[in-house]
């Protein structure tokens, strides 16, 4: 099939369409409003259910209801609006129903702005609400990835009767670029319902869905469950990407739009003689924290870029566990790192390295001083 | 090849359209192409802008920070892209609407009339006979292509044909003339660096 240009935002809502979504709920929000605006138009047209709630309260709440009903769903926001679904997406994943939740980053705190972020890693990753709940999430660095996930999406939210959480950002929402759309898939029968959906009890047992387990023993059971699951995916759907890390002495370390910009500093920084590469998760919980372990005992520095204050520095941390120095660089309230101040700090990161007077391995560059931009954050 | 275009003007200057149109016609080349606009609340009054990375390889960074090209509709978008033009980079800018000399003198500079082409384009079919400059955008960008050969100005008129929203399905035939008008500017005028 030919490709097609696809903004980020509506290329998302096409490819659930064509997973099969039965039901769109959520509220209006920058940078993600075209997502919602699509599923308004689309959605009726093919006899699915679009609305537009009172909040992201009630959109999460009738997200919850329809999942209990065992009908494919989702719902999409940014920042502040997922900032309020937290408590409903907890109850979610204590009841161990599947839903897609699409997150188009923007900048915070608060009220913030509606420019690109990574501000939400912490929050979709580590606190997806209150207990244990936990999240399959996922970070697009291309608007053709962020379909692909959509499309897949349901499937794994169903299989492991979890949150699957696509993690983009303003940019990865605004930009356009060519896409090849996925097949068209027809939404589930009546046959195809999970065997837990709530769809009526006539002629049979009554079926109950809920997050609510009163006895200490009980919930722990549930607990138990759920974190099986969860070690299910950990075992199962780990992706990463990595670009020129074979002859890597130095390593970038990012993730969705951020990832793809290391990209061109990668270019850059190769031209300037630097031998480095990338490391990008593309699920970022779970953490590829095996593969990236491997390649901290290869290089001699990393260096992680976030739109954030250093939040997925922690799983690097983790995960290199002190094989490598590790340095941060990030950009905060919606500005975006661009590849040359990238590649400066990889620059810098060399000049910085102990040991046996590192050099670049061409023209005999000897690296640039430190630049540390003024709303740069080292960590 | 990898070029990277900034297209800035107005709100309603038609910016963001003619950078769309670009990135189709790229597409269609068998480039890898994005389109990035500028969202916010600066697109009701104030400039909006585009920014089209056409490539050979695969793009990283779809963001710059010093465009190979830029086209400025109005005086502000001059002010703010004059400086970040790469060295020997082209600049295109609306003649009809900026008075002001271009200070730069290492860039390509091609000054455009492209609210005057524009108009005398709309007037030949308007009712009334009165033009309008609303397709300042195209003409511009019908320099752009000429003087670059980024894309073929026949893949630009394909991409016209294809996405002209239908409601201006009757503005199809002045678009594709000032598309060939904005291309005709670089042959008419001596360009030096």
């Given at each position: 099939?030919?490709?097609?240009?696809?903004?980020?935002?509506?290329?998302?809502?096409?490819?659930?369409?064509?997973?099969g979504?039965?039901?769109?709920?959520?509220?209006p929000?920058?940078?993600?409003?075209?997502?919602?605006e699509?599923?308004?138009?689309?959605?009726?047209?093919?006899?699915?259910?679009?609305?537009?709630a009172?909040?992201?309260?009630?959109?999460?709440?009738?997200?919850?209801?329809?999942?209990?009903?065992?009908?494919r769903?989702?719902?999409?926001s940014?920042?502040?609006?997922?900032?309020?679904?937290?408590?409903?997406?907890?109850?979610?994943?204590?009841?161990?129903?599947p839903?897609?939740?699409?997150?188009?980053?923007?900048?915070?705190p608060?009220?913030?702005?509606?420019?690109?972020?990574?501000g939400?890693?912490?929050?979709?990753?580590?606190?997806?609400?209150?207990?244990?709940?936990?999240?399959?999430?996922?970070a697009?660095?291309?608007?053709q990835?962020?379909?692909?996930?959509?499309?897949?999406?349901?499937?794994?939210?169903?299989?492991y009767?979890?949150?699957?959480?696509?993690l983009?950002d303003?940019?990865?929402?605004?930009?356009?670029?060519?896409?090849?759309?996925?097949?068209?898939?027809?939404?589930?029968?009546?046959?195809?319902r999970?065997?837990?959906?709530?769809?009526?009890?006539?002629?049979?047992?009554?079926?109950?869905?809920?997050?609510?387990?009163l006895?200490?023993?009980?919930?722990?059971?549930?607990?138990?469950?759920?974190?099986?699951?969860l070690?299910?995916?950990?075992?199962?759907?780990?992706?990463?990407?990595?670009?020129?890390?074979?002859?890597a002495d130095?390593?970038?370390?990012a993730?969705?739009?951020?990832g793809?910009?290391?990209?061109?500093?990668?270019r850059?920084?190769?031209?300037?003689?630097?031998?480095?590469?990338?490391?990008?998760?593309?699920?970022?919980?779970?953490f590829?924290?095996?593969?990236?372990h491997?390649?901290?005992?290869?290089?001699?520095?990393?260096?992680?870029?976030?739109?954030?204050?250093?939040?997925?520095?922690l799983?690097?941390?983790?995960?290199?566990?002190g094989?490598?120095?590790?340095?941060?660089?990030?950009?905060?309230?919606?500005v975006?790192?661009?590849?040359?101040?990238?590649?400066?700090?990889?620059?810098?990161?060399?000049?910085?390295?102990?040991?046996?007077g590192?050099?670049?391995?061409?023209?005999?560059?000897?690296?640039?001083?430190?630049?540390?931009?003024?709303?740069?954050?080292?960590? | 090849?990898?070029?990277?275009i900034?297209?800035?003007?107005?709100?309603?200057?038609?910016?963001?359209?003619?950078?769309?149109?670009?990135?189709?016609a790229?597409?269609?080349e068998?480039?890898?192409?994005?389109?990035?606009?500028?969202?916010?609340?600066?697109?009701?009054?104030?400039?909006a802008?585009c920014?089209?990375?056409?490539?050979d390889?695969?793009?990283g960074?779809p963001?710059?920070?010093?465009?190979?090209?830029?086209?400025?509709?109005?005086?502000?978008?001059?002010?703010?892209?004059?400086?970040?033009v790469?060295?020997?980079?082209?600049?295109?800018?609306n003649?009809?609407?900026?008075?002001r000399?271009?200070?730069?003198?290492?860039?390509r500079?091609?000054?455009?009339?492209?609210?005057?082409?524009s108009?005398?384009?709309?007037a030949?079919v308007?009712?009334?006979?009165?033009?309008?400059?609303?397709?300042?955008?195209?003409?511009?960008?019908?320099?752009?292509?000429?003087?670059?050969?980024?894309?073929?100005?026949?893949?630009?008129?394909?991409?016209?044909?294809?996405?002209?929203?239908q409601?201006?399905?009757?503005?199809?035939?002045?678009?594709?003339?000032?598309?060939?008008?904005?291309?005709?500017?670089?042959?008419?005028?001596?360009?030096a660096?």
């Open positions: 099939m030919a490709k097609e240009l696809w903004k980020g935002n509506e290329a998302m809502a096409e490819a659930a369409l064509r997973a979504v039965e039901a769109y709920f959520g509220y929000i920058t940078p993600q409003t075209e997502l919602l699509y599923m308004a138009r689309e959605m009726p047209k093919r006899g699915r259910v679009f609305l537009q009172e909040s992201e309260l009630g959109a999460i709440n009738m997200l919850y209801g329809a999942a209990c009903g065992g009908v769903c989702m719902s999409s940014s920042s502040p609006g997922i900032s309020l679904m937290t408590e409903g997406l907890s109850y979610i994943a204590g009841t161990e129903v839903v897609v939740l699409v997150d188009i980053m923007r900048g915070g608060g009220l913030g702005n509606i420019q690109p972020s990574q939400d890693y912490f929050q979709m990753t580590k606190s997806l609400g209150h207990g244990d709940a936990n999240a399959l999430v996922f697009p660095s291309s608007v990835e962020a379909v692909d996930m959509v499309y897949n999406a349901f499937d794994l939210a169903e299989k009767r979890c949150v699957v959480v696509i983009g303003g940019m990865i929402g605004q930009m356009m670029e060519p896409v090849e759309m996925p097949p068209e898939r027809p939404p589930l029968t009546e046959e195809q999970p065997d837990w959906a709530l769809r009526g009890a006539k002629g049979r047992p009554p079926r109950i869905l809920t997050s609510l387990n006895t200490a023993e009980g919930l722990e059971r549930a607990n138990q469950r759920i974190q099986a699951r070690a299910e995916i950990r075992k199962n759907e780990v992706r990463w990407e990595e670009e020129m890390t074979a002859d130095l390593l970038l370390v993730f969705g739009t951020v793809r910009i290391c990209k061109s500093a990668l850059l920084a190769r031209q300037a003689g630097y031998r480095v590469g990338l490391f990008r998760p593309i699920t970022v919980w779970p590829p924290e095996q593969r990236l491997e390649l901290a005992g290869q290089v001699r520095g990393i260096l992680v870029v976030e739109m954030n204050a250093g939040q997925m520095l799983d690097v941390k983790a995960a290199v566990a094989r490598a120095p590790v340095r941060f660089y990030g950009r905060l309230g919606g975006v790192p661009l590849p040359d101040e990238i590649a400066e700090q990889v620059a810098s990161l060399a000049a910085s390295l102990p040991g046996d590192y050099r670049p391995a061409r023209n005999g560059h000897q690296g640039v001083a430190p630049v540390v931009a003024s709303a740069a954050v080292k960590a | 090849m990898h070029e990277e900034i297209i800035s003007g107005f709100g309603g200057q038609g910016a963001l359209f003619a950078g769309q149109l670009l990135a189709y790229g597409m269609e068998g480039k890898h192409v994005t389109w990035i606009p500028s969202y916010g609340p600066e697109m009701r009054g104030g400039t802008h920014t089209v990375v056409i490539s390889d695969p793009v960074s963001l710059v920070r010093h465009p190979s090209a830029v086209i400025a509709l109005n005086l502000p978008s001059l002010d703010k892209y004059e400086g970040l790469k060295p020997r980079g082209l600049l295109i800018y003649s009809s609407l900026i008075q000399p271009v200070y730069r003198t290492d860039l500079v091609i000054p455009v009339p492209a609210n005057d082409i108009v005398e384009e709309t030949r308007s009712e009334n006979g009165m033009g309008d400059a609303r397709l300042a955008n195209v003409v511009t960008l019908g320099t752009l292509v000429q003087a670059t050969g980024i894309v073929r100005l026949e893949t630009v008129e394909a991409a016209l044909r294809a996405h002209l929203p409601r201006h399905l009757r503005w199809l035939e002045p678009n594709l003339a000032a598309l060939r008008r904005g291309a005709l500017v670089v042959a008419e005028r001596v360009v660096y």
